[in-house]
T-cell receptor, first 115, second 112 residues
Framework: DAGVIQSPRHEVTEMGQEVTLRCKPI?????LFWYRQTMMRGLELLIY????????DSGMPEDRFSAKMPNASFSTLKIQPSEPRDSAVYFC?????????????FGPGTRLTVL | QQQVKQSPQSLIVQKGGISIINCAYE??????FPWYQQFPGKGPALLIA?????SEKKEGRFTISFNKSAKQFSLHIMDSQPGDSATYFC???????????FGGGTRLMVKP
């Protein structure tokens, strides 16, 4: 299996622009998580989905952030408009409920820089 | 509210030494405690995990010690190697929802 796939790996944009991050979870996994990692705040859960339905979005910083999961193999995290303080590494992770392992598998991350 | 507190923030150990990272939690509803290892430029990866019905779990050079009454757990890395240099995160999960709460991370450096 290719693991969790994220794109792009790096994104540099200017303040005010729209940014879309993409994630393909591991096939068969029914949970998908979006995290943000910064030096100051560490690893924060933004939102997670179960069977394509958002379950908890309490970690989404503000209305500028939105996430969708139109099908079991694709999710997006959108920031509009972007701000310099959104600069961070964004990770997507997936897991399988009811399996022998409770492991969350992380993707390689998208490093976002907002100028 | 930080529900999982991790210490120290950084740790330097000589090759062959023991690395110890500690975590404390508040929510008694947590039922699964994994440790993740993250190398620069990579996503975190599961290292070892424990459930609260056991007090210790060992996998190779890595051991988790768990103290349910104190609501604390720790990672011990025996015979630390330079290749162990990474950031380590403890985490805790409530039974419902598969959601993990992460500690702040510990940056470990093992000197040759």
């Amino acid at each position: 299996d290719a693991g969790v796939i994220q794109s792009p790996r790096h994104e540099v944009t200017e303040m005010g622009q729209e940014v879309t991050l993409r994630c393909k979870p591991i096939s068969g996994h029914d949970y998908l998580f979006w995290y943000r990692q910064t030096m100051m705040r560490g690893l924060e859960l933004l939102i997670y989905f179960n069977n394509n339905v958002p379950i908890d979005d309490s970690g989404m910083p503000e209305d500028r952030f939105s996430a969708k999961m139109p099908n079991a193999s694709f999710s997006t995290l959108k920031i509009q408009p972007s701000e310099p303080r959104d600069s961070a590494v964004y990770f997507c992770a997936s897991s399988e409920s009811g399996g022998a392992s409770d492991t969350q598998y992380f993707g390689p991350g998208t490093r976002l820089t907002v100028l | 509210q930080q529900q999982v507190k991790q210490s120290p923030q950084s740790l330097i150990v000589q090759k062959g030494g023991i690395s110890i990272i500690n975590c404390a939690y508040e929510n008694t509803a947590f039922d699964y405690f994994p440790w993740y290892q993250q190398f620069p430029g990579k996503g975190p990866a599961l290292l070892i995990a424990i459930r609260p019905d056991v007090s210790e779990k060992k996998e190779g050079r890595f051991t988790i010690s768990f103290n349910k009454s104190a609501k604390q757990f720790s990672l011990h890395i025996m015979d630390s190697q330079p290749g162990d240099s990474a950031t380590y995160f403890c985490a805790a999960r409530r039974n419902a929802g598969n959601m993990l709460t992460f500690g702040g991370g510990t940056r470990l450096m093992v000197k040759p």
